[in-house]
């Protein structure tokens, strides 16, 4: 267990307040989310479309990947050789973009429910889709340490808002995820060095004094965490013998942005047409210009 987990994950999970997908009490589920900065969604999608979405990607991995979004075999640059023997994370890499190559990615991405639920999240604002990613998290994945997405998209003005779907059940043995409930209201915050040993990235959030502690948003296979891309989150390895922890990830920002990380150009509108804004061309974000910080692939 990673000193987090011992020290300061709460054991109630973050679902109690969560709801259901067909009849959403719009006003308490509106109330959580800018409460807490996010809420998740019970069943959001039908069992049907959790099996095409874990199908789609398993085909993926059989057929062998997708060069330059899912190289079986390759950790991609950013997350690094961490001296791991067999690395899980080599045999399963997560897959980048998948909506720039395969119709049925891009269809999720701007699934019409989906669509409905940010919209009401970004107060009536039309959404437009900024990023995909699929995590197969085998059993003995490193997880990712505590981090804020905005850091990496770099969304102006405001932030990006995250659409976290489980594909399989997700909770603290299989290296779910973990949130930091009113962490929405802080602003960007510069990066630590993480355990390379724990984390797949190389940056993690310093906790700090006054911070309410982690909790395990628990999921089970068609569940959905929406987010907003200040708040801190993260998870611990994998430490199941025989779980996965699939995961379908999405990230959106309101319409009117203006700016954004130059490798998530270009955004897609919700009516599936593709358009780009300026890519962040200086240094910014919380460590000061002088890092030459533009943003990631998240």
Known sequence: MTTLEKNSVNTPSAGSDSFSADSPDWAALLEQYHRDGYVIVRQFYKPEEVAEI???????????????????????????DAGIPNDPLAAYPRVTHPHRFNARARYYLIHPRVRMYLEKLFGGKEPVATQSMYFFK?????????HQDNYYLLVE???????????????????GLMVVPNTQKLELICPDKADRKESFTGQKIPMQKGMMRPIYAEMKAGDMLFFNGNVIHGSGPNRSKTRFRR?????????????????????????????EVEGQASGTGPCGSESGWLGAVH
């Open 138 to 146: 085998a059993p003995g994945s490193r997880g990712q340490g505590m």
């Open 54 to 80: 874990r199908e789609l990607f398993d085909k993926m991995h059989a057929d062998g990947g997708v060069p330059g979004h899912y190289e079986v075999g390759k950790l991609p640059g950013a997350e690094g």
């Open 247 to 275: 995961s379908w990830i999405c990230h959106y920002a309101e319409g009117d942005l203006r700016k954004i990380s130059q490798g998530y150009n270009p955004l897609v509108r919700m009516d599936g047409t593709d358009f």
């Open 157 to 175: 003005p405001g932030t990006c808002m995250g659409a976290w779907a489980a594909i399989d059940d997700s909770d603290a043995e299989n290296g």
